[in-house]
């Protein structure tokens, strides 16, 4: 007869959010580049916008739009929660002389917000629906898969046959 074995218990209190958040983090994709930092206040934004696509898809300028947009999304937060709250001494200290001032700066951010998200074409387009955009991108991203594989197989064939490139591959 086999003596049964108990389980140590864990010590410490494991939070799912935590653990989401330390892998979402610490997993293959795009992160905020170096050269930027993000506010306390910035980070739900920039989680937000950061999923609203693939991680294989955000390239370097487009991390740069996506932290402008977080940027700017918290600034418009920020603001609107001091004239809620309707503390003048706030206003001021942050550079509006009146609540108009601080009104007409929110409806500049919002404007900024809209061409930072038609930057990253996270609005919908003339053309189609946002739904349209997904195959859009995958169709892009072979293309450019198959432009490659020529362009790869064209420099073996160019090599063994001593000919000059293809001006027709000339990408």
Request: aromatic share 4%; net charge neutral.
């Amino acid at each position: 007869m086999t003596k049964p074995t108990l389980r140590k218990s864990r010590k410490g209190h494991v939070d799912g959010t935590d653990s989401a958040s330390n892998v979402f983090a610490t997993s293959e994709g795009p992160l905020l580049p170096a050269h930027l930092s993000l506010r306390k206040d910035d980070r739900p934004f920039w989680d937000a916008i950061i999923r609203a696509r693939a991680r294989d898809e955000w390239g370097r300028v487009e991390l740069v739009l996506a932290w402008q947009l977080a940027q700017t999304q918290g600034d418009i937060k920020t603001i609107r929660n001091s004239i809620e709250r309707g503390d003048r001494d706030e206003l001021d200290e942050s550079g509006f002389p009146s609540v108009r001032a601080a009104a007409a700066y929110v409806g500049t951010l919002i404007a900024q917000q809209l061409t930072l998200m038609r930057a990253l074409q996270m609005v919908g387009t003339v053309v189609g629906d946002p739904v349209d955009q997904i195959p859009r991108r995958k169709a892009e991203r072979e293309a450019e898969q198959t432009i490659n594989k020529l362009k790869a197989k064209s420099k073996v064939t160019d090599k063994e046959a001593g000919a000059e490139e293809d001006p027709l591959l000339a990408l």
